[in-house]
């Protein structure tokens, strides 16, 4: 046993060691960072390097003939560098930023050339860590394609040397369709597609995703707009981009008495979880049997079949609350791990108002391990996508504005691996893992509470600080049906300490 034991010391040591050099690599650095000085600006793309650092691609809202940014922000928050990529032809609209399959610390971004409202070409940009410029190539379309609007952005995939687009574009002869390419990284034009089947302006593709990489098979998430009303479409597509199967997406409702309906609004998401599973973020509303109506959000998971094999489903407040997703990219897949993220309009639909953002982690098997709120304590925050990073965290980027909504500008948010910023005293946001509302409220104030966190007890103070009620159990609602109209003080206590106070308006 002593013969053995300084084999069993160095190995300890070697553990160690490996150990800490594995927290070094993935160092939590979280920061919020604000960029006001782009003007009215959209984050729509982002993508980590190797350092751990991150390059966004950014729109200027509101500016017809310009081109986007490209930006590099470290891993702490700090802008290091700004691309404007200049190009003599019109103006470029990034349709996402991947890794270049070949050259490290390389990096590819798929992009419309814009004249006007009209693209017919796509370039493709590469460009090192320092955003410095290697090469473009031109790929352009079939003769028959009049337009792929730059409003609605075509949806871009990237794997090994090839890019396919999905785009919803307006022909010569004035039809629409579904336009499917693969190409290379060097600009050859491998294969079109068109899809007639869908011949309507309310139409629009919401995602591509690579299936089958051996034999070059995709799945793409539509959505349309027939007389009949709005359905969601999941297809699979061959390597030459023709459509294999079409088949709506749809709930099973024969389980339960509540009848659940996906929604195609929005920007609902299609990725590959792995070599036999797709999965799809959706809106969803349930309809409860006591005519309530419920609205949310749900991950659904497909085989390649298109058979769905689970869901992950997750509602709020009833017919005053809206609940969208993002703009861009509503939820990202890591390692071992789901990032979903929402948004939530408790007192209104109109996009511009007091919103909050709901981050939603998941394990492999779409499990909940925890859910965080997050908003701005003036003004409003609106998410466009959410990035898994390589430490765990998630990083949010989106839009927002001070309570006069009329200064607009860009946000950035990194959060831990538990959905936390390490610096607490914020100014203009809030991180909670409870959720109280309707807000203003009359009778009932109900409390959400992530499934990772438990509640010790909930106190509400009035205005002078006098303590009114105290709950010890049944926190998910709480009467203040004999209260006076007026500001009350809620606080809720949870099983570690921590405290979270909210603003109650009882009417």
Not at 209 to 223: G, R, T, W
Not at 254 to 279: A, E, H
Request: charge should be negative.
């Amino acid at each position: 046993m002593q013969k053995n034991m300084p084999n069993i010391i160095t190995k300890a040591t070697v553990m160690i060691y490996a150990m800490a050099a594995s927290l070094l690599a993935y160092s939590q650095n979280t920061f919020e960072r604000v960029f006001d000085d782009f003007g009215d600006s959209e984050i729509r793309a982002a993508i980590e390097t190797s350092d751990n650092d991150f390059i966004f691609s950014v729109t200027k809202e509101g500016t017809i003939a310009a081109n986007d940014l490209l930006m590099k922000v470290s891993s702490k928050g700090e802008l290091i560098a700004t691309l404007d990529c200049e190009i003599a032809d019109g103006y470029l609209r990034y349709l996402g930023l991947f890794e270049h399959p070949e050259l490290c610390d390389t990096f590819l971004a798929p992009a419309l050339v814009c004249d006007g409202q009209a693209a017919r070409e796509i370039s493709i940009v590469s460009f090192d860590k320092d955003l410095k410029v290697i090469d473009e190539k031109r790929v352009v379309f079939a003769d028959i394609i009049a337009d792929l609007s730059p409003v609605v952005l075509p949806s871009v995939t990237v794997n090994g040397r090839e890019i396919a687009v999905a785009a919803h574009v307006l022909l010569d002869d004035h039809s629409y369709a579904q336009f499917y390419v693969r190409m290379n990284i060097d600009g050859l034009l491998l294969y079109e597609g068109l899809d007639y089947k869908y011949n309507t302006i309310s139409f629009f593709v919401s995602s591509i995703s690579l299936i089958d990489e051996h034999n070059k098979h995709f799945a793409v998430l539509n959505q349309a707009s027939f007389q009949g009303g709005h359905q969601l479409f999941v297809e699979t597509l061959d390597s030459t981009m023709c459509v294999e199967k079409s088949q709506m997406l749809k709930y099973d409702n024969s389980g339960g008495q509540d009848y659940i309906s996906y929604c195609p609004f929005d920007t609902p998401i299609l990725k590959s979880l792995n070599d036999t599973t797709i999965v799809a973020n959706v809106m969803t509303d349930v309809f409860k049997s006591n005519g309530e109506i419920y609205h949310g959000n749900c991950l659904v998971s497909l085989d390649h079949n298109l058979t769905t094999t689970g869901t992950s489903l997750y509602f709020y407040d009833k017919v005053n609350t809206a609940v969208r997703l993002p703009l861009r990219s509503s939820f990202d897949i890591g390692d071992d791990c789901l990032v979903s993220c929402s948004v939530i309009n408790w007192y209104s639909n109109h996009p511009m108002y007091k919103t909050q953002c709901l981050v939603t982690k998941y394990d492999a098997e779409m499990n909940v391990v925890w859910q965080r709120f997050v908003n701005k304590k003036e003004g409003y925050y609106y998410p466009h996508f959410v990035l898994g990073t390589e430490d765990g965290g998630s990083l949010i980027a989106g839009y927002s504005c001070d309570l006069s909504y009329q200064h607009g500008y860009s946000y950035i948010l990194k959060t831990d691996s538990d959905g936390y910023l390490s610096i607490n005293e914020l100014d203009d946001l809030e991180i909670k893992p409870v959720a109280v509302y309707p807000n203003p409220c009359t009778t009932n104030v109900n409390v959400e509470v992530s499934p990772d966190v438990k509640i010790e007890n909930v106190s509400l103070f009035d205005i002078s600080g006098r303590l009114v009620k105290a709950q010890q159990s049944d926190f998910g609602s709480i009467d203040i049906s004999n209260f006076a109209p007026g500001m009350y003080v809620m606080k809720v206590t949870l099983d570690d300490g921590k405290v979270f106070e909210e603003k109650i308006v009882k009417k």
